[in-house]
């Protein structure tokens, strides 16, 4: 599995090129992970196409590697053969590579009855706590112990079906509690579920390999265990918020758009934004066109939700474009408690933004200016990226190595829709 060794490089973007052309959209990072995990539970082999080459997916790949699955990947195609397993713990280095790993706990807790590996910890995002995970799995009779950092998580009976109310829709903790209970003994029935489309992505690639599971996509999610699961293939979803980056790149250098393999329904929440903020967007089911304006408006509140809310992951690409709109738009961050940490290197580049605890308030500037900036975070990064379209001169972009975790090559999928980036060796 070659690896993009993309640590100390850099984008550097030369701005004001309007955004135009048609776009294939990648598969969704956010969906491919989990489908990996649950390649786990199958006694076969399953090939997964539309899969983004990114370096959270190697990593998924390496994890799987490490249980004793057989991965191989040509060009958006992986193929992973699950029929035996060698191991159940996830070694620390590989946890550290990627805070989501923990959704492979309820795949190895679902195959074999036993998993250890590493507390995920914090991120860039803030504390990335997971008790919601852990009470649901010992709900399910999971034990967990955890010591110096690692859960030893044990199920010496086998999983046994549970009715689970989550206090807060958790997308990894749905994913995690629907993975468990694929095999488990009995049925589970997961209340208050997060409704994110990776959560229905995930269900149907499930019950592709026989699982039993329905409501998917609502906030009740039922899951009927079953004795195995078999192969099959299966092709990943759109990802969402690739397809938000690209429409807030050409409104914000007032360009045109064509996005291909989109779901408009996927971005039901954020397509009035770029409406309000006065571009035309014509949402197709598998495509959408958006033709920015000049110069962009404000839009009064954007408060991140639980989906069908506006997504978090949306938040910093949808403040880069507003950070050149006419007047003053206000962000209310409700998911994540770190998430404004691309505020200061917008700022760097001339923008008006006044962030404090979940609220930031943007006004709107006449001019961005090209700077040395850092991505901050996978998002944050993108945001970044997409702010240096439209500022006047040379932006250098580092640490683009967080980028390169969800965007496959950005950079030339921005030149390809008429940017100037290039990506060089730091
Ligand atoms: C998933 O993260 C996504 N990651 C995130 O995308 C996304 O921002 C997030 O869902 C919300 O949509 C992947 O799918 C790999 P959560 P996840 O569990 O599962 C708190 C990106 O940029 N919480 O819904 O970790 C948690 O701290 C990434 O692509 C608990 O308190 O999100 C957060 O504040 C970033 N206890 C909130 O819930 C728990 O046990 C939402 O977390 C679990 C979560």
Not at 67 to 89: A, D, F, I, P
Request: glycine share 10%.
């Amino acid at each position: 599995m070659k690896r993009r060794e993309s640590f100390m490089q850099r984008l550097v973007i030369e701005g004001e090129k309007r955004i135009s052309g048609e776009i294939e959209v990648q598969g969704a990072k956010n969906s491919a992970l989990p489908l990996l995990a649950g390649c786990v539970l199958v006694k076969g082999e399953i090939v997964l196409h539309n899969c983004p080459r990114l370096s959270d997916v190697f990593a998924a790949c390496r994890i799987l590697t490490c249980l004793g699955c057989r991965c191989r990947s040509q060009g958006n195609t992986v193929t992973v053969k699950s029929y035996e397993l060698t191991g159940s713990s996830v070694p620390d280095e590989l946890m550290r590579e990627m805070r989501s790993s923990i959704v492979f706990l309820g795949a190895v807790l679902g195959r074999t009855g036993e998993c250890s590996l590493s507390f995920p910890g914090g991120c860039e995002l803030g504390p990335r706590p997971i008790d919601m995970h852990i009470s649901a799995l010992k709900q399910m009779g999971v034990s967990i112990k955890e010591e110096h950092g690692v859960l030893s998580c044990s199920c010496a009976r086998g999983l046994r079906g549970a009715k689970i109310s989550l206090s807060f829709p958790s997308v990894g903790a749905t994913e995690n509690i629907m993975l468990a209970a694929c095999l488990a003994k009995g049925d589970t029935v997961i209340y208050n579920a997060a409704r994110e489309p990776e959560i229905s992505d995930l269900a149907n690639f499930l019950n592709a390999c026989g699982a039993r599971i329905s409501g998917h996509g609502s906030s009740t999610v039922y899951i009927t265990g079953v004795k195995s699961l078999h192969g099959c293939e299966y092709s990943v979803m759109p990802d969402r918020i690739a397809a938000c980056t690209m429409l807030a790149a050409a409104a914000v250098t007032n360009g045109e758009i064509s996005l291909k393999n989109a779901r408009s329904q996927d971005i039901d929440s954020v397509i009035p934004v770029f409406d309000q903020m006065g571009c035309t967007v014509y949402p197709y089911d598998d495509r959408i066109y958006l033709c920015g304006k000049k110069p962009l408006r404000a839009v009064k509140t954007i408060r991140t939700m639980p989906y069908p809310g506006f997504p978090t992951d949306a938040q910093a690409i949808i403040m880069a474009a507003l950070t050149k709109a006419q007047g003053t738009s206000v962000i209310v961050e409700n998911i994540f408690e770190n998430r404004y940490r691309h505020v200061d290197e917008l700022v760097r580049m001339g923008a008006d933004i006044k962030a404090e605890g979940k609220v930031a308030v943007v006004e709107g500037v006449k001019r961005l200016y090209g700077a040395s900036v850092r991505a901050t975070d996978l998002r944050g990064g993108a945001a970044l990226a997409v702010a240096a379209l439209a500022a006047e001169g040379q932006t250098v972009l580092t640490n683009v190595k967080l980028i390169d975790r969800g965007y496959e090559e950005i950079e030339k999928q921005l030149s390809l829709a008429g940017a100037s980036v290039r990506r060089e060796n730091s």
